[in-house]
């Protein structure tokens, strides 16, 4: 018999990708969301499958969060806040959100024996470090509200590991991209926002000249990692962090172009629109590249999908969907 996996944050972008991937192999999902900003739409295909059921709740209440793990042997914990401007504008919530909501996880699966907690940790968290690329034992000084919260997340598992004997394991994701990523909001990711944009034949607007750059990794990466890392048997596995990129960086010009490319097996327009330029956001770290070695040794991880590769399987979807 397989094993019951709660996954909170179900109905968002990662979530709802964990859900599909976990009840299409037998699985027992349980799906936590308070709907703030997943979708329930995103669960439609694991909705009526009898291995999944739903808990419309959220994890800053701590009842809810006993009730999500009842019986449950492993937890994805993929719900939070997200957003560094979203963080600066609004620090308050997202620390309830991201450490109250971790915090009340971290004790709720302490109490009910959960054999190990994967979590969402952040590349945000390695804040003004300038070295690239990014070894996990090596941070600055966090930038933003929420790089705060997500290395505060780290801390807390920490602890609760040495004292209590709770099995985590940190993922830092490196900026995730792919099917049912939201494209609409103030805080959409560049590369769902980009889509859009060339969809709609509007000017994709990047902040600052286009030179910043990131280690852009395809959501079916995310999941094998976070597969590996809640089956992983590896004692050096167990109380650590990894980065879940794909190693390799692209500037935010060359994205674009990468983009209006593969738009344009749809529509050789979007190939002439232009791109707009406009100020630096506040907080955003210039250039971002991780070193996946650790995970390769330890966790077993191998990313199968580079950038190009990610980006045709999510406009795809994109293509269909929107």
């Given at each position: 018999m397989k094993s019951k996996i709660l996954i909170t944050g179900a109905a968002g972008f990662i979530g709802s990708n964990l859900c599909d991937y976990f009840v299409d192999r037998g699985y027992d999902v349980v799906g936590l969301d308070n709907l703030s900003t997943g979708h329930?739409?995103?669960?439609?295909?694991?909705?009526?499958?009898?291995?999944?059921?739903?808990?419309?709740?959220?994890?800053?209440?701590?009842?809810?969060?006993?009730?999500?793990?009842?019986?449950?042997?492993?937890?994805?914990?993929?719900?939070?806040?997200?957003?560094?401007?979203?963080?600066?504008?609004?620090?308050?919530?997202?620390?309830?959100v991201n450490v109250n909501g971790f915090l009340n996880m971290l004790v709720a699966c302490k109490d009910a024996g959960v054999k190990k907690m994967v979590y969402a940790a952040s590349s945000s968290t390695y804040g003004d470090s300038t070295s690239l690329p990014k070894v996990e034992d090596a941070i600055g000084k966090p930038l933003s509200p929420y790089a705060i919260t997500k290395y505060v997340n780290e801390l807390y598992a920490d602890v609760f590991?040495?004292?209590?004997?709770?099995?985590?394991?940190?993922?830092?994701?490196?900026?995730?991209f792919g099917r049912k990523q939201?494209?609409?909001?103030?805080?959409?990711?560049?590369?769902?926002?980009?889509?859009?944009?060339?969809?709609?034949?509007?000017?994709?607007?990047?902040?600052?000249?286009?030179?910043?750059?990131?280690?852009?990794?395809?959501?079916?990466?995310?999941?094998?990692?976070?597969?590996?890392?809640?089956?992983?048997?590896?004692?050096?596995?167990i109380n650590s962090v990894f980065n879940i990129a794909y190693g390799d960086r692209t500037d935010l010009n060359h994205l674009v172009e990468l983009l209006k490319k593969s738009l344009s097996r749809f529509n050789k327009e979007i190939l002439e629109i232009p791109?707009?330029?406009?100020?630096?956001?506040?907080?955003?770290?210039?250039?971002?590249?991780?070193?996946?070695?650790?995970?390769?040794?330890?966790?077993?991880?191998?990313?199968?999908?580079?950038?190009?590769?990610g980006i045709d399987e999510a406009i795809e979807w994109y293509w269909s969907n929107l």
């Open positions: 329930i739409a995103n669960l439609n295909d694991v909705t009526d499958n009898s291995n999944f059921s739903f808990i419309h709740g959220d994890i800053r209440d701590l009842e809810t969060c006993r009730k999500a793990v009842t019986d449950v042997d492993y937890v994805l914990h993929q719900a939070a806040l997200g957003s560094v401007p979203r963080s600066i504008i609004d620090p308050i919530t997202s620390n309830e590991y040495k004292t209590y004997g709770l099995n985590t394991v940190g993922l830092r994701y490196f900026n995730v939201d494209p609409n909001g103030a805080y959409a990711a560049v590369i769902p926002l980009f889509i859009k944009r060339l969809m709609d034949n509007q000017s994709p607007r990047i902040n600052g000249d286009g030179t910043y750059s990131r280690d852009f990794t395809y959501v079916d990466n995310v999941i094998q990692a976070n597969e590996k890392a809640m089956l992983s048997v590896h004692p050096e596995a791109i707009e330029y406009g100020p630096l956001r506040v907080g955003d770290v210039p250039h971002s590249l991780a070193s996946i070695d650790k995970a390769k040794k330890i966790l077993d991880y191998h990313p199968r999908f580079d950038l190009a590769t």
